[in-house]
């Protein structure tokens, strides 16, 4: 059964660099041709998409985070990760990884990781 | 962007009865339109995809229909886990998301 797992820190200062992981278990990203993906969600509000990447590095950003995202992928570590720089307080969200339904594009998300909660404070 | 607008941002069901819930996409996504239901600290559970195509292991009482602009998610019967938040996603044009209806028990 595919579980996905985030980690990284719960408390980032603002304008620094909000860096996360996402560790697959019980398959591996290497093969699949699934673009991983990453979808937060505000305190209180709704889902958004970020990013999500294949097993080549190949990736999509959404175009209001892409000049300070970065998503990419290890595949020798069965990871992706997410790097956000310039944080502010609107960066504050739980973040998910999760995996779509199908291979080789962007569509729905049937698969989740649990969310992990970061909070942009000083 | 695709702009994603769900209708009620609240609807208040009585258990057992019928829900309907509507989704109105900016643009036209032709059927590339799924619905999750989200219960309280808990991850988005797909629900329908293809606008009308249950997910695996989805009760039959739940039921999407639309196609272009205009789709609606409607739960017949509602039992107590479904009070919860539902949102729509387009994945037509790169991936967006609808607000969120939060049903709630009436």
């Known amino acids: 059964q595919l579980q996905l797992q985030e980690s990284g820190p719960g408390l980032v200062k603002p304008s620094e660099t909000l860096s996360l992981t996402c560790s697959v278990s019980?398959?591996?990203?290497?093969?699949?041709?699934?673009?991983w993906g990453w979808v937060r969600q505000p305190p209180g509000r709704g889902l958004e998409w970020i990013g999500s990447?294949?097993?080549?590095?190949?990736?999509y950003y959404n175009p209001s985070l892409a000049s300070r995202l970065t998503v990419s992928v290890d595949t020798s570590r069965n990871q992706f990760s997410l790097k956000l720089s310039s944080v502010t307080a609107a960066d504050t969200a739980v973040y998910y990884c999760?995996?779509?339904?199908?291979?080789?594009?962007?569509?729905?998300?049937?698969?989740w990781g649990q969310g992990t909660l970061v909070t942009v404070s000083s | 962007e695709i702009v994603m607008t769900q209708s009620p941002a609240t609807l208040s069901v009585s258990p057992g009865e019928r829900a309907t819930l509507s989704c109105r996409a900016s643009?036209?996504?032709?059927?590339?339109l799924a619905w999750y239901q989200q219960s309280r600290g808990q991850a988005p559970r797909l629900l329908i995809y293809?606008?009308?195509t249950r997910a695996t292991g989805i009760p039959a009482r739940f039921s999407g229909s639309g196609s272009g602009t205009e789709f609606t998610l409607t739960i017949s019967g509602l039992q107590s886990e479904d009070f919860a938040i539902y949102y729509c996603?387009?994945?037509?044009?790169?991936?967006?998301f609808g607000q969120g209806t939060k049903v709630e028990i009436k």
């Open positions: 999760a995996r779509p339904l199908r291979p080789s594009s962007l569509n729905v998300f049937d698969v």
């Open positions: 019980g398959g591996s990203i290497s093969n699949s041709t699934y673009y």
């Open positions: 293809g606008a009308s």
């Open positions: 643009q036209s996504v032709s059927s590339n």
């Open positions: 990447v294949l097993y080549t590095g190949s990736s």
């Open positions: 996603q387009q994945s037509n044009n790169w991936l967006s």
